[in-house]
């Protein structure tokens, strides 16, 4: 089973299922007394442009008896066969009559998008676009052939459109991670490269305390190892070590109690584990790398723990690692920065490109400097032209009033006068 099946199996049908979402991604965990009282339940934001969209579809379709009972038994397979679209044909008709206006309104508002991604460019002087509908087949989650009714087309597209940009996300964030890193090395050298040899040595030597002072930290747990939860359970739930009990601790940390373990869910237990190598207080530490080490976390739990990789732990799965080998082993958890970030290859691309977007820059300053100067110089024209305007007007009002009374009479006779006369023949 790939991730694109994974994503969309209970992460979307059930994870945002609306009045189910009390997810709690700050907190690392919640103690018996705070899951008297939880917070209000929140939307889940899956990064996809069409998020609101995909909940209110969501929203409604939990709305339905059968429809719901069937979001509890969903599976991969259901998923993949679009057998779960199908079930679209069982819905109440008062459902599927909201479902066919969250559609008309989710076209609308593409359509206004693409209307106004069409008039930039016209104004840009980049071309038209001659073929409208060209540009709605972009948007892979919403069937154009039908734009009244939400058909089991609609909801099948929404599903597979939202797994496979689901399965992005991760990777994009490793990617933004891997360029901002690179970004800050390249900073780094280019301040070097404007200092003294005795200034460049004083850096580079403080440098390397920094990463050696960052290296020395507490030593962090494997995630999801029996010591890692064990001190979860103690530090923040605030329970007795030597009562830790697997059971216990799935259900303490299912914030929204849907059965699961998702992946803000998961997140959230790693918390104080980051907190012994992350302080937002100290320079050294950096908190984009924390996030970073966050995510690859995540995912080696996931690797480990979630058997049939629907990016969710099932209380089953959960269970059965607490019973493996594995589980009560604790390897020290090697943090991001203890293999480089990045290779020489890749950061030599990436410093040339960064050339290539200063060269761009550069000469886009320059002409719109040039065009800038253009425009002050046509201004200062028109100024003239305008001060110009206003001496001849103001001359026009001073002989205005110096013609005396009557003048306007004798000037209709002299014209009269001045006039051609009629020939007759």
Known sequence: MDLVSGASLRLL???LVLVQIP???????????????????????VALHYNTYLQQVVQYLEKDPHFREKLRTVNAT??????????????????????????????????MLLKAKRDLKLKKGKGQFRDHQALLKHFDHMDFTN??????EDLDRLIKAATKDLQTVDE?????????????????????????????????RQYQEKREKHS???????????????????????????????????????????????????EALFTRELAKAYDPENEEDDMMEMEEERLRMREVVMTEVDTDADQIISEQEFMEHTKRQEFHKNEEWETVDHEPFFTDAEMREFEEHLMKQMEQHETDTEQLERQKHELEEKQKQLDAQKQQLEQAWSQFDKLKEKREPGDEHHE????????PKPHHS
């Open 78 to 111: 259901d998923i993949q066969d679009g057998s779960l679209s199908q079930e679209l044909d069982f819905v109440h008709h008062s459902i599927r009559t909201k479902l066919d206006e969250l559609k008309r309104e989710e076209i609308t508002r593409l359509r």
């Open 216 to 266: 020395k930290h507490p030593k962090l747990n494997h995630p999801g190892s029996e010591d890692q939860l064990k001190e979860v359970w103690h530090e923040t739930d605030g329970l007795d070590e030597a009562d830790f009990n697997p059971k216990t601790f799935f259900r303490l940390h299912d914030t929204n109690q849907d059965g699961y373990l998702d992946k803000d869910e998961l």
């Open 147 to 152: 734009p009244h009714g939400f058909e089991v």
């Open 172 to 204: 994009q964030q490793h990617a933004a991670f891997k360029r901002y890193e690179m970004l800050k090395e390249h900073e780094r050298r280019e301040r070097l490269k404007n200092m003294t040899l005795e200034e460049k040595e004083r850096e580079e």
């Open 13 to 15: 049908f059930l994870s």
């Open 412 to 419: 209709e006779e002299a014209v009269h006068e001045s006039s």
């Open 23 to 45: 997810v709690q991604t700050l907190s690392s965990s919640v103690t018996y007394k705070q899951t008297e009282n939880k917070p209000p339940p929140r939307s889940a934001d």
